[in-house]
């Protein structure tokens, strides 16, 4: 446990009959960046809230960089920053009290980085935070979270709500600094193309339970989509990995989840010929992972 | 912590400054038109505080809790590295600060910028340690935080029906006192007061004044961001409920409060009258009814001695009215003794007034501490006061004296040209007379004077100069007065007391009682009894120990009457039986007296004299429904003024 930043086992919680989170078994290492992924009503948030101590779960251990979230929540936060999803700061201060806040709320605030954070976001001191831009609320949000130089950083779903440009600006200053400062990153998103420009390591939570968690270039390297053509008109071919197939005429285009040497092997003794292979974008790889899978007819 | 104190500091700003402002106009509006809340006191101070409390609650959690949930920023908040506790610690300190500046302000509003209202609210310290005091304190706060985390409940507090209904309420009921505390201030008489019903007035403007100030606040825009802003359910419910209570006021406590100026025709059973020193008023009270608890709970009224310019100057419950010895004011002491509470145990309460009684402009005196049967006594030309352990200096203007007596002291009299004070005390078992100078006198005086070794109690005459040692006999059982001259020390042994209003204006006689049957006149220049006065010189009637010096000094009244106290006589089978009081008239030595001859004197059973008037009629209650003048040479009698009681209940009144 020692090299995790957070680790959970069997994390289950259930709201009556909905269970929104379902046994996860979460693995961040110190100095990644965690993408964690899922569609709207996975369950990401209801993930972070636990991990966060603000509500219980239902079953299940966790721990964050080594705190128990629940017991140990104060010290914790000490040493993990959190910025809630669309987060709402209080509009009537104005930049320069929202620092003096911070500074007086968290002991291991760093004065001269929240002034380098604030000038490199171009964020006005005298402004009234309920009159900057969408944007520029993210960056404040993002100023308060890494001005405390915390251990660990966990956004949820950062990007919410921003338009494309102030998206991406917003993501690539998160890469900037925390390239600059080496912290843990857990951040989740639904905003598949964020992910893939910072994450280094990625979690795909899907109906509340974690069915994927991989370094992401581990992640792209094995899934691959597979393009083939057939003798004749292609049917279904009938196999565990495969994520995602779907064909017109003779020809087929199959997502394996780990697209090894011997799986092609296998299309080639079907009499397939032309096989080509295709690395597949996150957002593939995710949509291949969380789409309902058609029902198989053997071939 | 301190951040968090400082964010929800400037979070409650708002509308704590709405409240200072609302407090500032309540300062200065009492200061350029007096206290407006001369009756305020500290048991139903708490009372109201507590009705209070819920509301602040409301409002304090709305913008501390409610807000915080209805802009969103409770996930911000979860992330700082502090525990929930101090986090909401830091709320409810605020709250409560708000509170407690709020309630100081009230207390500030309600005491007044005067020197007595702060001598009364000194006073109200010792309670705080009292187990009325710390029950009210916790009610207080209990009510204080259900309103806080009520508003807790919903993102807006003000959204939901309940709460809304219960702010509106607790609006309604300040708004209703302020109402009947306020507005007879403008159109009714001077002590507008509801009657026997706590006043509400200073939560009430505090309130109004709030709820304006945010209404304008959220108009504006400037508190867009509040839960007020557009709450507009609690401004429909204050304002229908403030309607409300404007319309059935006049119909609350039917017969007892009024809107308008009360006239003769809603005189009551009278009692009480009395002559002004310089004889050119007259004041009375008058009663519901005749039972003992509306007999302690009188209006005040004055008039010329020929009944013109009749005026109510006070409203019930007046315990006590005294006229000042400059005649221009009356001291009135209101309150109701025995107010009974259903959630409070019996409380007492108090407070003390001058009147003016041409224009009747009222000075609070603050409350000056009651004692049991207490008169307030004056120094000759209404300079100072003493009323039971406190002493007032009334003039330019009312300051209460903050002088420490000896333990057990008790004023006896006042000299008026050198603005001292005479007080007695036992020293070593014996009474002993002091003299002090104000304002910066000595607690324990200047000894003056000793009384004889079995002195039991000691008067002073009205102007200094004689003090009377009463002694009881062994032997005989019965008083024996020593009057010593101040100045001179010489002394003059007489059996009985002075009795009351004794003195003549000049002091050159005094009239003394003894043993209830008999009265000796004695000359104070040549200090000998020059007369003695038994049932043999009043018809074979009793006198009773009330002497009434006409303004001059030349002639006394006094009454009489008959008392059987053989039962077999008795015509009513009872052990001592009173008959019908006469009225008689003497001169100054005791010579000439002589009965009233008035035909219908005879038949009056209740009698009560008031003095006399500048123009030398005598005025005398009668039978508690009339007052009248009477002409002490030909004995003719004029009604000034009738009871508007129906005649059919004059039984009721017919005890004395």
């Not at chain 1, 209080?90 to 954070?117: C, K, Q, S, T």
């Not at chain 2, 010792?126 to 309103?147: Q, V």
């Not at chain 2, 504006?220 to 409300?244: D, E, F, N, Q, V």
Request: with cysteine; hydrophobic share 45%; net charge neutral.
């Amino acid at each position: 446990m020692t090299e995790l930043a957070i680790e959970t086992s069997g994390l289950t919680r259930r709201f009556g009959r909905l269970v929104a989170v379902d046994g996860v078994d979460l693995q961040v290492p110190k100095g990644s960046v965690y993408g964690y992924l899922g569609l709207n009503g996975a369950g990401k948030t209801t993930t972070i809230q636990m991990l966060m101590g603000f509500i219980q779960p239902t079953a299940g251990e966790m721990s964050v960089l080594g705190f128990n979230p629940l017991r140990e929540d104060v010290a914790m936060k000490r040493a993990v920053s959190y910025v809630p999803e669309r987060v709402q700061m209080y509009d009537w201060m104005r930049v320069r009290e929202m620092l003096w806040f911070g500074a007086n709320i968290h002991p291991y605030w760093d004065r001269e980085f929240a002034e380098h954070l604030r000038a490199r976001f171009e964020l006005p001191s005298e402004r009234r935070i309920g009159q900057l831009s969408r944007g520029m609320q993210g960056k404040m949000a993002l100023t308060m979270a890494l001005a405390s130089r915390p251990v660990l950083v966990v956004l949820d779903d950062p990007t919410a709500g921003l338009d494309a440009v102030v998206r991406r600006e917003f993501m690539e200053s998160i890469v900037g600094i925390l390239q600059e400062a080496g912290t843990t990153v857990f951040f989740s998103s639904h905003i598949i193309d964020d992910v893939e420009r910072v994450a280094d390591r990625v979690g795909i939570l899907h109906q509340g339970k974690l069915i994927v968690q991989r370094p992401l270039e581990e992640l792209k390297a094995s899934v691959k989509r597979v393009v083939a053509t057939f003798p004749a008109v292609a049917r279904a071919i009938a196999d565990d990995d495969i994520l995602q197939q779907e064909g017109e005429g003779r020809q087929r285009a199959i997502i394996w989840a780990d697209c090894a040497e011997e799986k092609l092997h296998k299309l080639a003794a079907a009499g397939a010929t032309d096989i080509k292979v295709e690395d597949c974008s996150l957002e593939d790889i995710f949509v291949a992972y969380v789409r309902p899978r058609p029902a198989l007819v053997e071939g | 912590m301190k951040a968090l104190i400082y964010k929800e500091f400037r979070e409650l700003l708002a509308p704590a400054l709405v409240v200072v402002l609302g407090a500032l106009v309540l300062l200065l509006v009492e200061y350029w038109r007096g206290p407006l809340l001369d009756e305020e006191h500290r048991v139903l101070a708490s009372v109201f505080f507590m009705l209070g409390a819920p509301l602040l609650g409301l409002l304090a959690g709305s913008h501390t809790l409610a807000h915080e949930r209805g802009r969103g920023s409770e996930a911000f908040q979860g992330s700082f590295p502090v525990s929930r506790g101090a986090i909401w610690a830091a709320k409810l300190c605020t709250a409560l600060l708000m509170l407690a500046v709020v309630y100081l302000l009230l207390y500030a509003v309600a005491f007044g910028t005067e020197p007595q209202g702060a001598h009364a609210f000194r006073q109200t310290l010792p309670d705080l340690g009292t187990s009325m005091i710390l029950l009210h304190a916790a009610t207080t706060f209990f009510l204080f935080c259900l309103g806080f985390f009520l508003s807790g409940m919903r993102k807006n507090p003000f959204e939901a029906n309940a709460v809304a209904l219960l702010a509106g309420l607790l609006l309604l009921m300040l708004w209703m006192f302020l109402a009947a505390d306020v507005l007879p201030r403008f159109f009714g008489p001077q002590l507008g007061i509801l009657y026997s019903t706590p006043s509400l007035s200073t939560p009430a403007i505090l309130a109004t004044i709030l709820g304006l100030g945010l209404l304008v606040a959220s108009g504006s825009g400037y508190m867009a961001s509040l839960p007020l802003a557009y709450s507009k359910r609690l401004w429909r419910t204050t304002i229908a409920g403030a309607i409300l209570c404007l319309a059935i006021i006049p119909a609350f406590f039917t017969g007892v409060r009024y809107l308008g100026e009360p006239g003769p025709e809603d005189i009551g059973w009278v009692e009480h009258a009395e002559v002004s020193p310089d004889g050119e008023w007259v004041m009375f009270r008058d009663y519901r009814d005749d039972s003992h608890y509306h007999r302690l709970r009188s209006r005040l009224w004055r008039m010329r001695p020929d009944g013109t310019e009749l005026k109510c100057l006070a409203r019930p419950p007046v315990e006590l009215a005294a006229w000042l010895p400059d005649s221009q004011s009356v001291f009135v002491s209101w309150g109701d003794r025995g107010a009974n509470f259903h959630f409070l145990p019996r409380t007492h309460l108090r407070w003390d007034w001058l009147i003016e009684v041409a224009e009747g402009r009222t000075t609070s005196l603050a409350e000056l501490g009651y004692v049991e049967g207490a008169l307030p006594q004056f120094s000759a030309q209404g300079t100072y006061m003493s009323y039971g352990a406190s002493l007032v200096r009334l003039k330019p203007r009312p300051v209460v004296l903050e002088m420490q007596l000896p333990q057990k002291a008790t004023v006896v009299g006042w000299e008026e040209n050198k603005s001292a004070v005479y007080f007695s005390y036992s020293k070593k078992g014996r009474l002993t007379l002091a003299r002090t100078e104000l304002p910066s006198g000595s607690p324990l005086g200047r000894a003056v004077a000793q009384g004889p070794e079995e002195a039991a109690s000691i008067k002073l005459s009205p102007h200094a100069r004689w003090v009377v040692w009463e002694t009881l006999a062994t032997k005989s059982a019965s008083t024996v007065a020593t009057l010593e001259n101040l100045g001179s020390g010489a002394r003059l042994e007489v059996a009985g007391r002075p009795a009351g209003r004794a003195w003549s204006p000049g002091e050159q006689y005094v009239w003394m009682q003894t043993n209830g049957r008999q009265m000796a006149v004695v000359d104070l220049a040549h200090l000998r009894v020059i007369k003695e006065l038994g049932t043999s010189n009043f018809s074979g009637e009793e006198p009773l120990p009330w002497h009434y010096w006409s303004l001059d000094g030349k002639r006394v009244a006094l009454a009489t009457h008959k008392v059987v106290r053989d039962k077999a006589q008795s015509p009513s089978d009872r052990v001592v039986e009173w008959g019908p009081i006469h009225l008689w008239v003497s001169n100054a030595a005791g010579s000439g007296l002589r009965r009233i001859a008035g035909s219908a004197m005879t038949d009056f059973t209740d009698f009560d004299i008031g003095g006399w008037t500048a123009e030398g009629q005598i005025i005398v209650t009668v039978e508690k429904r009339k007052i009248i003048s009477i002409d002490p040479d030909t004995g003719v009698q004029t009604e000034i003024l009738t009871s508007s009681v129906p005649p059919e209940n004059s039984e009721a009144g017919g005890s004395h």
